[in-house]
């Protein structure tokens, strides 16, 4: 089992990154997927959820209508685009498969002009 995080980075207030979620080892769309956060000196924190059915998605308030979760079948891939950052979004952003929990490596956001 492998989740690897990807398309972190430096972005202004205001921008957009999409993050990426790649797993092998096992069928995303079979279990609820999500993206936690930690900013330096804090609790990991719940971003943003997938159902395995991919019909249910739900979000940390402090980033509804701003971010949105996704998954390709396909790719395996599960998504996070975030839009509008802000510096506060800034933190290390890690994909969790919910079930039998496996983590990835995380990757590093920061938003800072």
Do not use: H
Not at 21 to 28: N, R
Not at 58 to 85: E, P
Not at 96 to 112: L, N
């Amino acid at each position: 089992v492998q989740l690897v995080e990807s398309g972190g980075g430096l972005v202004q207030p205001g921008g957009s990154l999409r993050l990426s979620c790649a797993a092998s080892g096992f069928t995303v769309s079979n279990y609820r997927m999500s993206w936690y956060r930690q900013a330096p000196g804090k609790t990991r924190e719940l971003v943003a959820g997938i159902s395995s059915a991919g019909s249910n998605t739900n979000y940390a308030d402090s980033v509804k209508g701003r971010f949105t979760i996704s998954r390709d079948n396909a790719k395996n891939t599960v998504y996070l685009q975030m839009n509008s950052l802000k510096p506060e979004d800034t933190a290390v952003y890690y994909c969790k498969r919910e079930v039998w929990v496996y983590w990835g490596q995380g990757t590093q956001v920061t938003v800072s002009s």
